[in-house]
């Protein structure tokens, strides 16, 4: 029997989380991508994994391939472009797994809105825009508003607007670069950035914990911090886990961006997979959990266990990521480091772009250049360690 993982270029998650921990698992691991090139040619980075190449995005290249290897004990996917086919192809196959109407809800932000909407749980004033529609279609949405690929992840071409001019522009623009992708027009949901992190087996969901974001300046979203903050008030816990209820989410992963304001816990978008950038690695680490085995666990059909109880923690950490602040190549930068800093905090820093490589600015986290991490006992402690942490190395762009 056999694990299979789809996706698409390697990421941290699936390196240095999923791979190992199905090797320890004593799981034979195939990956299923369509970019095997990209992956590491050492079958010792992989964990041991194979890699073939398939066409992960439908569903049949996706049965295909699981059909030409040994029989499945379990398929998953931590990509959000795949958790849809991913989720149709177990469906086929009779493993366990989530509800591909879930994931679709979840891709597809109109249909997050229209579904939260319809479950009487929150309405944000939405308008989709097609490939030919004129943008003054979302005129009747209030401004500020918020421009973004109807399917789109990583805050890529995701923009603060305030106005029609301003829209018309940013919607030439997100066109320019995705030609043919629908756009959506959403109402600026202003409040407090929290994420809620959930682990479910199809019958009973898991609180992990959550995060407090701290973001760049407008007019794009790139999230520069993370501080651990999982003690959110019941009233605005129901109001997520309602929210994740009505959407179908309840298998496997989730990662839920929301804002809070007035008493409310208003939805920004539902990840249907582990949260990413590394976090999830840490979070792993802070609770002591093996995330990325329960993980696989689930999808081979085994019950949630017991799991920490994130609140009473006695332990805070932080992460941040160093941005490039222009366009340009990369030519100074540190390799991987660990250290224990003052009060006994870990600190670890992981490289997310490599020296030598040329990249635009994008006010995305494709402009992220590293990863920076502390735990320890208290948030005080911890940012002043993280703080000097940083400030002992360096990162230099040129354009």
């Not at 071409?157 to 106005?163: A, E, H, K, Q």
């Not at 993370?226 to 009505?246: H, M, S």
């Not at 990369?330 to 992981?350: E, Q, W």
Request: hydrophobic content about 45%.
């Amino acid at each position: 029997m056999r694990l299979y993982l789809t996706a698409l270029n390697p990421t941290d998650s699936v390196l240095d989380g999923f791979l190992p921990a199905a090797a320890r698992l004593g799981l034979p691991v195939t990956v299923l991508t369509d970019q095997p090139a990209a992956w590491p040619a050492s079958p010792a980075q992989r964990s041991g994994a194979e890699v073939a190449g398939a066409d992960v995005r439908d569903v049949r290249g996706v049965l295909d391939a699981v059909h030409r290897g040994e029989p499945p004990v379990a398929l998953l996917s931590n990509s959000d472009h795949l958790q849809t086919p991913t989720a149709l192809a177990a469906e086929y196959l009779g493993l366990p797994g989530k509800d591909w109407r879930a994931t679709l809800r979840g891709k597809d932000k109109r249909l997050t809105r229209r579904t939260v909407a319809d479950a009487g749980l929150d309405r944000v004033a939405a308008v989709a825009l097609g490939p030919d529609d004129s943008p003054e279609r979302a005129a009747t949405v209030p401004f500020p508003a918020v421009v973004k690929p109807r399917e789109g992840v990583a805050s890529e071409d995701v923009y603060l607007v305030d106005g029609v001019t301003e829209l018309r522009r940013r919607v030439a623009e997100i066109r320019a670069r995705r030609p043919g992708q629908s756009l959506l027009v959403e109402e600026y949901l202003a409040g407090d950035l929290h994420t809620l992190e959930t682990l479910g087996d199809g019958t009973t969901t898991a609180v992990l914990g959550g995060w407090r974001t701290s973001l760049g300046p407008p007019p794009t979203f790139t999230e520069e911090a993370l501080d651990w903050a999982p003690e959110l008030p019941a009233p605005l816990l129901a109001q997520v886990l309602a929210q994740l209820d009505a959407l179908g989410v309840g298998f496997g992963a989730c990662h839920t961006e929301f804002v809070v304001a007035d008493g409310r816990a208003r939805l920004v978008e539902v990840n249907y997979r582990l949260i990413g950038d590394r976090v999830d690695l840490v979070m792993a680490e802070l609770l002591g959990l093996p995330l990325f085995a329960q993980v696989i666990r689930i999808h081979a059909g085994d019950p949630l266990p017991a799991l920490p109880d994130p609140v009473s923690l006695a332990r805070h950490a932080r992460v941040e990521w160093v941005c490039a602040d222009r366009s340009g190549t990369l030519v100074a930068a540190p390799g991987p480091v660990d250290a224990t800093g003052p009060g006994g905090v870990l600190l670890g820093s992981r490289p997310l772009r490599t020296v030598g490589v040329t990249a635009p600015l994008t006010g995305t986290n494709r402009d992220y250049l590293a990863a920076l991490h502390g735990i320890g006992p208290d948030p005080a402690t911890v940012r002043d360690a993280l703080r000097d942490f940083r400030a002992a190395h360096r990162w230099k762009i040129e354009a």
